[in-house]
């Protein structure tokens, strides 16, 4: 009599346990953000990470690159300079076809080129 109780009191015990885990798993409770997106919340993986660093190191490489007014006359002429100044202007005026015209007519398609990609009329 005792072993049988013993017995079934062990299988009950296994069966609540079994029925316990799922029911609080499903409380009713919305998931965490951290089980909704299968992982955790702001760790990156050693990957992210490399990659993280290797591009904080290219901006700051290309931040210290950075040229000088005389280190760009002195390697691209005072002419092409000024040029490039007065487009930056005309840029940031807005006036960009005026720009273009101005790189194109100074024989510098490049520079029309680039003031085509990237600026926009306000």
């Known amino acids: 009599m005792r072993l049988a109780l013993t017995i079934t009191g062990a299988i009950l015990a296994t069966a609540m346990l079994a029925l316990a885990t799922p029911a609080s798993a499903q409380s009713g409770a919305p998931p965490t953000a951290q089980q909704a997106s299968g992982g955790a919340i702001g760790r990156m993986s050693s990957d992210d990470q490399l990659r993280r660093r290797e591009g904080d190191e290219y901006r700051a490489g290309v931040e210290a690159q950075q040229m000088t007014v005389e280190e760009a006359e002195a390697q691209y002429g005072a002419d092409r300079v000024a040029l490039a100044e007065r487009v930056q202007a005309l840029m940031d005026?807005?006036?960009?076809?005026?720009?273009?015209?101005?790189?194109s007519e100074a024989g510098e398609r490049a520079m029309a080129l680039r003031v085509r990609q990237t600026c926009r009329r306000r």
């Open 93 to 103: 005026a807005g006036q960009c076809t005026e720009a273009r015209r101005v790189a």
